[in-house]
């Protein structure tokens, strides 16, 4: 698991079946695996028996705050969804794709220099919270990248995963970094209110959502909620987004037919102008090979839930307060859904194959009633960000023969390790 948990939950429903228990940190928990596990999370009974509170408590109580949106079900889910859906939707940049070019040209020219390696991951994130920062909040968050990252890394290894020891919590560089994003967070805030008189209705975004839900209703958005739910967007995007792009880049470039095909997407979206919502409908190569990046290299491997009552899943009994993985990832890799499913195929996705389509195969944004809530905003901001990569930078990997090494923590993805060379620009 500790190498490729995506493969790993596979290897074990092959041997195992639908129903398995495994440990991590002496804790024992049960796995539900497949496609009947992937559909289940989006049934009435999975609704009823699956909650995810005490998995995202830890970091509730880490950050003084009362819920989270990942953290509640029921009603509180609902109505916390409702105020963030347009923050994190593609409807929130609709109009301002040619910001995001802009955006992303300037990260591009300061971390992608001509004739040398660059640390693919790492300067994905920049790009990734750059984005986020001027499309979703109004802020930009350059100088906190790194704290972002470190605050990540140890919230999510320590008190969601479970997969090392609270002690790491005592540790300096974490308290340093979590800090410094409180202090986003509040300068967020008080950049809000100092111009809150002054705000433009044209260019609303999730901060306004936020604050005013927060105005109307403080007992669903309490003031000590609003640091969590303003950096919100900065630890949700920046692992997910950055890690599918790196594996993009990394399988693209291993690819020879890839890349040409994903560079004659991107010369066409811009050789004509300003890009607009059409435009973005027409990159086949790019969206099927970032739809294949998300099979292949999963982030949401698994969704983490406690049972809520006893009930029973492919002929097991599961008991309330059992703690489980749903393993909605594993069609991923099964090859009577997908053939040859090492193959990095971007067909795969266009008709008539679209084998992506079959109930329950494909849950890359996870399922049921907490599947991403960003995934609109964050198919628009990968595809325009590949596209202008790929029209900007002739890029090669390290060597020819380079095989990608990935990491779990935080997050499944490539190896921060993993580097390019700009070769030059194209355009």
């Not at 970091?59 to 705050?65: K, P, Q, R, S, T």
């Not at 983490?304 to 599961?318: E, L, S, V």
């Not at 009633?369 to 090669?396: N, P």
Request: glycine share 8%; aromatic share 10%; proline share 6%.
């Amino acid at each position: 698991m500790a190498k490729n948990p995506g493969r790993y939950f596979y290897e074990c429903f092959r041997k195992y079946g639908p129903v398995f228990r495994l440990k991590v940190m002496s804790k024992t928990y049960t796995v539900l695996a497949g496609v009947d596990a992937a559909n289940f999370m989006g049934t009435r009974e999975g609704r009823d028996s699956l909650r995810s509170k005490e998995f995202w408590q830890g970091l509730i109580d880490e950050w003084g705050a009362s819920r989270t949106l990942v953290g509640e079900d029921g009603e509180a889910h609902q109505k916390l969804r409702a105020v963030l859906r347009r923050g994190y939707s593609k409807e929130s940049v609709k109009g301002r794709y040619n910001e995001i070019i802009e955006i992303t040209d300037q990260v591009i020219a300061r971390d992608w220099p001509v004739g040398q390696l660059v640390p693919v991951v790492r300067n994905m994130q920049h790009i990734v919270t750059e984005q986020l920062g001027a499309m979703l909040t109004g802020t930009s968050p350059r100088e906190y990248v790194a704290d972002i990252r470190t605050t990540i890394f140890y919230i999510l290894s320590v008190l969601v995963t479970r997969q090392r020891p609270k002690i790491m919590l005592k540790d300096p560089r974490y308290r340093h970094a979590k800090g410094r994003v409180s202090q986003l967070g509040a300068r967020m805030i008080a950049e809000y209110e100092a111009g809150k008189a002054n705000r433009d209705p044209a260019r609303r975004n999730l901060v306004d959502d936020i604050m005013e839900a927060h105005a109307r209703d403080p007992n669903l958005i309490p003031r000590s909620d609003l640091i969590l739910s303003l950096t919100g967007p900065f630890v949700a995007g920046l692992d997910t987004v950055a890690n599918t792009v790196s594996g993009f880049i990394y399988a693209v470039l291993k690819h020879p037919d890839v890349l040409a095909r994903v560079r004659a997407d991107a010369d066409a979206l811009f050789s004509d102008g300003p890009i607009d919502e059409a435009d973005l409908r027409n990159l086949p190569s790019i969206d099927g090979a970032i739809m294949e990046a998300m099979r292949v290299y999963t982030i949401a491997v698994a969704q983490m839930r406690t049972a809520t009552r006893d009930f029973a899943f492919q002929g097991y009994q599961i008991r309330e307060g059992e703690l489980l993985y749903v393993a909605t990832a594993v069609p991923h890799f099964m090859e009577e859904y997908y053939p040859n499913p090492d193959k990095f195929d971007i067909d795969r996705y266009a008709k008539p194959r679209a084998e992506h389509l079959k109930p329950g195969v494909y849950s890359p944004y996870g399922r049921g009633t907490h599947t991403c809530l960003g995934k609109t905003l964050a198919e628009v901001q990968m595809a325009l960000s590949m596209a202008r990569l790929f029209y900007l930078l002739d890029l090669e990997l390290e060597h020819p023969d380079y095989v990608l090494k990935t990491k779990v923590l935080p997050t499944p993805g490539p190896s921060m390790k993993f580097k390019v060379r700009v070769n030059g620009r194209r355009h």
